[in-house]
């Protein structure tokens, strides 16, 4: 019924700067609440960035709080994840998620589609 689909990411310099888009598709009617989560290697996936697509308010893992926003246009049903000053730690596949329910952003279960990730690779 949705798809997600991630892309922006790359090859990046530390202290460069990267723009990943999610473009959803389908029901999209229902996705209050949109995510960025990403997994490093040999690490679990984590929360990074969620933003209620209504109401425009955001929410940051303390990780990446003022280094990377969130930011939707509803309009082309289409969630951003602005990153600067990435960091070799930031190396990592993120991923796109969407919920139709309230509960903890970092809930990994509250979130029903998921988008395939794209690598982010920040060299030194």
């Known amino acids: 019924q949705v798809q997600l689909v991630e892309s922006g990411g790359g090859l990046v310099q530390a202290g460069g700067s990267l723009r990943l888009s999610c473009a959803a598709s389908?029901?999209?009617?229902?996705?209050?609440?949109m995510a960025w989560f990403r997994r490093a290697p040999g690490k679990e996936r984590e929360f990074v960035a969620g933003?209620?697509?209504?109401?425009?308010?955001?929410y940051y893992s303390d990780s990446v709080k003022d280094q990377f926003t969130i930011s939707t246009d509803n309009a082309k049903n289409t969630v951003y994840l602005q990153m600067n000053s990435l960091k070799v730690g930031d190396t990592a596949v993120y991923y796109c998620?969407?919920?139709?329910?309230?509960?903890?952003?970092?809930?990994?279960?509250?979130?029903?589609?998921w988008g395939q990730g794209t690598q982010v690779t920040v060299s030194s």
């Open positions: 998620a969407a919920s139709s329910r309230l509960g903890r952003w970092e809930n990994q279960q509250r979130y029903d589609y």
């Open positions: 933003i209620s697509r209504s109401v425009g308010g955001t």
């Open positions: 389908g029901r999209t009617f229902s996705l209050y609440f």
